[in-house]
């Protein structure tokens, strides 16, 4: 495997990351490049790699063997887990550079897609080439791009100057919502607020199930009202009472009477329950079917791919009505056990209800201890009539009971001893 001696960072964001021996360690995430007071072009120092538990660490350029589309290897397979951090010579190429608003030499104003960096005789790479879009007035026109020396452009010296989104978004667009939502993380406040607010309602809604409680309610509030409730009616009703727990009960209502009434009902209900019970972290829409749905019926509902793992694991039998709060709780079936059933069969004569289910008031370490007991994924929560209210996943079970930062990006406390470590290629 060869590299090539030019190579455009943006195209290398989440490519993998290999050791020597074919392990794949990581994803690329940005390349560090390091600021030098002449008027040189910035020297890369590294590339910055995303572990397991959303880790991101520096991967020093001399440690790197081959880099292409499709992997970049690394020359050893010891890594210093220290977390990285930037430091103040420093920038992030893609998070800093990319949708840059800059001028060419001709006086030409454009924007920034993509920067190449490049590799001397000495084996010293540096940011050598900048990909930029002209600016044109015509809307229904994509401006020329220009790939051009880095000293033919102006405004890339100074950091911080406004930027667009269209080009980061386009990196972005491929990630996972918790990666995404990773990215975002390590983004500056005001940028992070930009590219959120540029992600459609559904992304948007999904990526902040997958952030920290105050960079939910952060974004939360840069977005207006109207905008704020939209995504709320996109997001699970469990994780948008979660969220709309976290703000003062007036802003609460605000954006409730705001969303649509059936959106907003299910939250309503949820947000009445005291915290750390089941009804406070169930969620009210399972799959539920009457007795006289077949098996092939339910393994079509579960294949619904808006459906989580959690959620589809399991359908929920009960009386007509069929949404919360249904008529009488009957039982459960298991998606293994819909396998192994004939698919005309119907669910009436496959269900169980062997195990008591759960109440609303039915405190989390009890919660848990039953879950745990009878290797359940998912439990039903039924009121005092034995109507279905909702059910508690593992999932919910998890993100209730791990501490609340654990979102954060420095949550791996048993590397915390390796941040006191020098970086990787540090000589001092």
Do not use: C
């Amino acid at each position: 495997m060869s590299t090539p001696n030019r190579v455009y960072i943006a195209r290398l964001a989440g490519v993998a990351v290999f050791d020597p021996n074919g392990d794949q360690v990581g994803r690329i995430r940005d390349a560090v490049a390091r600021m030098r007071p002449t008027q040189r072009p910035p020297e890369v120092v590294g590339l910055v790699a995303e572990m397991p538990m959303r880790r991101r660490i520096f991967l020093s350029i001399n440690r790197i063997t081959s880099i292409d589309a499709d992997a970049v290897v690394l020359g050893s397979g010891t890594l210093n887990l220290r977390r990285f951090e930037k430091r103040p010579n420093e920038l992030l190429v893609l998070q800093e550079l990319l949708d840059r608003r800059v001028q060419l030499d001709t006086g030409q104003a454009g924007s920034v897609v993509d920067v190449a960096m490049e590799r001397s005789r000495g084996g010293e790479w540096a940011l050598t080439r900048v990909a930029v879009r002209e600016q044109t007035s015509r809307l229904a026109r994509r401006g020329h791009l220009h790939q051009v020396e880095w000293d033919r452009v102006r405004g890339l010296g100074t950091l911080g100057e406004n930027r667009g989104t269209a080009n980061l978004l386009a990196v972005l667009e491929d990630m996972r919502p918790a990666d995404l939502a990773n990215a975002l993380q390590d983004l500056p406040d005001a940028r992070r607020n930009e590219v959120a607010a540029a992600l459609d309602d559904e992304r948007l809604a999904d990526v902040l199930g997958e952030l920290p409680e105050h960079d939910q309610v952060e974004i939360l509030a840069a977005l207006d009202r109207e905008r704020a409730a939209d995504v709320l009616e996109e997001m699970d009703p469990d994780d948008a009472a979660d969220l709309l727990n976290e703000l003062p009960p007036p802003e609460q209502d605000v954006l409730l009477d705001l969303m649509e009434p059936d959106e907003a009902t299910p939250v309503r209900q949820l947000l009445r329950y005291a915290s750390g019970t089941a009804g406070s972290v169930m969620t009210s829409e399972p799959v539920i079917l009457p007795p006289d749905a077949t098996v092939a019926e339910a393994l079509a509902r579960i294949r619904e791919p808006q459906l989580s793992p959690a959620v589809a694991a399991q359908v929920f039998v009960t009386r007509a009505p069929l949404t919360t709060p249904t008529g009488r709780y009957l039982g459960m079936v298991h998606f293994q056990a819909l396998l192994r059933e004939p698919p005309a069969d119907l669910l009436g004569g496959v269900v169980v209800n062997d195990i008591d289910p759960l109440r609303p008031t039915t405190p989390l370490p009890e919660i848990t201890r039953r879950m745990a007991t009878y290797d359940l994924v998912a439990m039903p929560v039924v009121d005092r009539t034995m109507r279905l209210v909702g059910a508690v996943t593992v999932d919910d079970v998890l993100d209730h009971s791990l501490p609340r930062d654990w979102r954060d990006r420095d949550v791996m406390s048993a590397a915390s001893a390796a941040d006191e470590a020098p970086r990787d290629g540090d000589n001092g």
